[in-house]
């Protein structure tokens, strides 16, 4: 038995019900389902109240709604429960059915799904939807890979309910193989941990090291996202700063105690194996992690000593328009690490990422949409086997431009001792990445002498030698490894 709809919907939290509502509006059919039958009825009669969408109470009036070949997309929090309802489903769906995940599943997961799905002749797709609840009701960035053949039955759907660039090109293609949608989208993820940590340590800056209050932060953030550092997380941060009700702000009320879910650990963990520098993100979660130990640090306050200084007062002016160059010049980083853990992965895995492509999905739509992805775009545009985006003129003469500002905000909130970790270790990556010579040979000789690891030689690349650093080793060396 066969329906008539174009599509169902797994899970009704705010994302799954907000991608129904955005599909409706386009003109398709969809049925919606969740475990709770309540929930169901509660959407309908609310939200989806007068539209064409309709309710399954069960997986199999779900599974007899859908015209073939039937396309299911779950909207249900990662992990374990993902793995339940595609369990379920799999006894339901006949071969070329179409499963979506469309959670934010770690990619190693999709890949598995999407083996596991072709051996019952079932298509997968697992694609990163960003843009929060907003997005997903008026247009999310996504990001789809798994099965190739998988695509074409759904290009048009996906297409029409993503965003658009001022263009009027979709935020949304056809990203690889196997699990490359999430683990684009994780990377995304890792750059908005990255983004977000960085206008914190800005808004600290300007806030213990300036002196400045609510009102001028609102403004100077506001000024910024009119020029280089426009963006959707600056833009939000300035409507923050500036919100409050009979009782004031409402960001002075809030617990320095930040969450994660889990997306910006997995891309650290994955830049760790596969060898990527990725420091900037990498501190980004530290950050937070640090954030959580809150009574410790209330007790730290009370006996751990810094330097005592006070607020800048003099040419305020010029050092916000420096702490924005730091800002900018960071950013940057944090978008050049991003996609060097995506070259990595794409080697690694053979996905053959289409980086512009990647850019323009992240163009609108998504949490770290800003305004210079169009630049990353050409950059990859005019040279898609470029090497690292500071190697791109447009990135290259922005550093130059910035990096005075960068070294000076550092510097000065070092002297006043306001923590930086993003923005500083984004520095030390660029300096390091600018040197043709780093101390790592005196690091290679230390792991001879203790371990007889080996090094080689500049003057006889491609050989191994060990030396017998005390006069009491051997011959005997042990083998080496790249990271």
């Not at 020029?227 to 700063?241: K, P, V, W």
């Amino acid at each position: 038995m066969t329906g008539t709809a174009d599509i169902a919907v797994i899970g009704l939290a705010v994302m799954g019900q907000n991608l129904i509502l955005n599909m409706n509006d386009k003109g398709y059919k969809v049925t919606a389902y969740n475990r709770s039958y309540s929930r169901t009825e509660k959407f309908l009669a609310g939200p989806a109240k007068d539209t064409n969408i309709s309710g399954a109470k069960s997986l199999d009036e779900l599974v007899n709604s859908l015209s073939t070949p039937r396309k299911v997309m779950l909207m249900v929090r990662a992990g374990s429960a993902v793995d339940a309802v595609i369990e379920d489903l799999t006894k339901l769906l006949d071969k070329g059915d179409l499963i979506i995940d469309g959670g934010n599943s770690n990619f190693s997961d999709t890949e598995r799904r999407v083996k596991t799905a072709a051996e019952h002749g079932l298509l997968y797709i697992g694609t990163g939807v960003s843009g929060g609840e907003e997005g997903a009701r008026y247009g999310p960035s996504m990001m789809p890979g798994g099965h190739k053949e998988a695509w074409p039955l759904v290009k048009d759907l996906f297409q029409a309910i993503s965003a658009k660039t001022d263009s009027g090109e979709p935020c949304c293609d056809w990203v690889g193989e196997g699990g490359a949608g999430h683990f684009v989208k994780m990377v995304h993820n890792g750059i908005e941990y990255g983004d977000m940590q960085l206008i914190c340590e800005a808004y600290d800056f300007m806030q213990h090291g300036i002196g400045m209050n609510n009102d001028e932060m609102q403004q100077v953030f506001a000024n910024w996202d009119q020029g280089d550092l426009d963006s959707y997380l600056i833009e939000i941060t300035a409507e923050i700063l500036g919100y409050k009700t009979e009782e004031g702000y409402v960001l002075d009320t809030i617990l320095d105690k930040a969450g994660q879910k889990g997306t910006g650990k997995w891309t650290g963990i994955n830049a760790l194996e596969l060898g990527v520098p990725l420091t900037l993100i990498g501190e980004a979660v530290f950050a937070r992690c640090l954030s959580a130990l809150k009574e410790e640090r209330v007790e730290a306050e009370k006996v751990l000593t810094g330097p005592a200084t006070t607020t800048i007062s003099d040419n305020r002016e010029e050092w916000i328009s420096s702490l924005g160059e730091a800002l900018l010049a960071a950013k940057i980083i944090s978008y050049t690490q991003g996609y060097m853990l995506m070259a990595a992965a794409s080697k690694e895995y053979d996905w053959k990422l289409q980086y512009g492509a990647i850019a323009q999905m992240w163009r609108g739509g998504c949490i770290i949409r800003s305004a210079f992805l169009d630049d990353i775009k050409n950059a990859f545009d005019k040279d898609p086997e470029l090497a690292n985006l500071l190697l791109n003129d447009y990135f290259k003469n922005t550093i130059d431009r910035t990096q005075q500002n960068w070294r000076k905000i550092i510097s000065k909130a070092i002297e006043m001792g306001l923590p930086v970790p993003a923005m500083s270790s984004a520095l030390s990556f660029y300096d390091g990445y600018r040197t043709a010579r780093l101390p790592a040979n005196l690091l290679q000789a230390q792991r001879d002498y203790f371990g007889a690891h080996t090094y080689e030689r500049l003057d006889q690349p491609g050989e191994r030698f060990h030396t017998d650093w005390t006069g009491k080793g051997g011959d005997v060396s042990s083998s080496s490894y790249s990271a």
